[in-house]
Every structure is written in C-alpha cells, then in structure tokens.
C-alpha cells in the first residue's frame, strides 16, 4: 500500500528545481519503474512526489560529430532503443536496451531514472562507463557533470545531494578504430543480470592497443571498472591469451555476493569468462571499424 503524498508536477525545470529544494521529504518520479515498488513495499513513504515526465527540455537524443551524443535525462529505454542515430554510432546502446526489462517498462522508465536509482544490476552504467560517459546533475544552486564512474558511490547512492536532478548522459564520439561489447548472465532475457560484463577497446593504426575499458555489472556496490586491465592491455597486440588473463583478473576484483541465484564462486566464474569474450568481440568489432 503507497501512503497519500502530495503531488507536484513543475512545467519547467527551473520550477522543478526550485520544487525540489523547497521541500525536504521528497521523491523525484519519471517513470517510477523503481520508485513505485520501494513505495508500494513501505520503505519509503515521501510526503511529497515531484513527477517530472513532462518536462520535454529533458527528453532529447542529440549526435554531434565533434561533441558526440546527448541524452536527456527524461528520454525513454525504448526511445534509445528505437533511434537511428545511436544504432548507427552505438549500437552497443540499442543491444543492450533490447534486454533490458521488459517492452512496457522500456516504453516508460527513463535513462534518467536508471542511473539515478544506482542499481548495481542495471544494465545502462556498465555499458555508458565503457563508452566513457560523463552525466550532468545539478540543482538550483547550479550544474555538475562528473564521469559515469565516479557518479556511482555504493548500493542505491550517489554523488547527488538532495535536491539534484539527473540533467544529461554525455557520450564522446567514438575512435575510428572502435569497438563495445555487452553481455549480462540471466534467466530469462527481460531479467535484471546475475552478473554482467562491458568491454570496449581502441586500436592504433599498428593494431596495437591504444585504449580499453572493462566495466562489471553487479560484481560489487556500483558498476566495477576494472583498471588492471586496462593496464595489461594498453600498447600490446591483443590475443586470446591476454583475454584469458584479463579474464582471470576480472575474477580476482569482482566483490559479487552470493544469493539465490548464484554463489559467489559462480558468479566470479561467470565474470571472468564474459570479460573474456565481450573483448575479443569488442576487440575484432575495432578491427572492422
């Protein structure tokens, strides 16, 4: 059962903002994909509830050559699954989102919401850390834009304070020698994943490894960028055999806890092996790039 709450629904964000900093027990709702069963279930009951589906300044898909691809924070799963633009220039983003939870949900919760609920298991953060993706937040006090990797802080929190909107995910424009791979372990395809695995890699014009990004998804608090690998990657000619070992160390840093689904010793296993094939997939898309 939701208890009652007061309803605030801004027609601006300027007006959502100040909304937002004039009331102290207050929720932000878009979707409400998250906030809705952590409502229903009580262990949260806001006195009020901003609803900013309707502020349109947010909900936008933006590709520039030079500045790359912006995305308010209001645009839907299944609008970024549907865009042309970013299935021509990410399409890492398109097949990811195709997994994500179901149609209907994809229809209504927001990229926005997703990262702001700071999720573990979600499937965006691992994906846009390895596509180098910074966000912007901000209040009315002003704007922040941070990397993606550093939004994160532990379970459900982030760097924002109370008062703080998601604003804006910003994704640079890819290298020519580029690819990004995505792979989360589940059940069933709608499923949030059991542990998950993004790679993105960059060539030189000798073949050589010029930059790379591993990214796990609910192996810890927040999505775990793996920055041994990057380490043992970069300058290198990559094999099978530096994939293996990258795999091996995914393994080592993941901090995956064990529940019904799988043990911790599995879903280490299970890492290990999607970091190993989400490089050499992202690895042999550079390659054709």
Not at 95 to 101: F, Q, R, S
Request: charged share 25%; with cysteine.
């Amino acid at each position: 059962m939701i208890n009652d709450f007061h309803y605030l629904k801004p027609a601006s964000v300027k007006e959502a903002l100040a909304m937002y900093a004039e009331h102290d027990d207050c929720k932000v709702i878009c979707g409400g994909q998250s906030l809705l069963i952590v409502m229903r279930q009580g262990m949260v009951a806001p006195e009020y509830l901003l609803d900013i589906k309707g502020l349109k300044e947010l909900n936008y898909i933006r590709f520039d050559e030079k500045d790359g691809l912006r995305i308010g924070a209001t645009t839907t799963h299944r609008e970024i699954e549907k865009s042309d633009v970013i299935g021509k220039r990410y399409p890492v983003l398109v097949a990811m989102e195709e997994k994500l939870a179901s149609i209907q949900t994809r229809n209504w919760g927001t990229i926005g919401g997703n990262l702001a609920h700071a999720d573990p298991a979600g499937d965006p953060g691992p994906v846009l850390i390895a596509l180098k993706a910074e966000i912007k937040f901000g209040s009315s006090n002003g704007e922040k834009t941070v990397p993606l990797d550093e939004f994160f802080v532990d379970y459900f929190e982030t760097q924002m304070e109370h008062g703080d909107l998601v604003l804006e995910v910003h994704i640079p424009t890819p290298a020519p020698k580029f690819g990004c791979a995505y792979q989360k372990f589940n059940l069933l395809d709608s499923e949030m994943g059991i542990v998950a695995a993004a790679a993105s890699v960059t060539l030189n014009a000798d073949g050589t490894c010029a930059d790379a990004r591993v990214v796990l998804g609910n192996a810890g608090p927040t999505p775990l960028r793996v920055t041994k690998i990057e380490d043992l990657l970069k300058g290198k000619k990559l094999d099978d055999k530096l994939f293996a070992e990258a795999g091996k160390i995914a393994s080592e840093e993941a901090q995956p806890v064990a529940d019904i689904h799988a043990s911790e010793e599995h879903r280490r296993h299970v890492l290990g092996v999607l970091t190993k094939r989400m490089l050499k997939k992202a690895f042999e898309q550079a390659q054709k790039a």
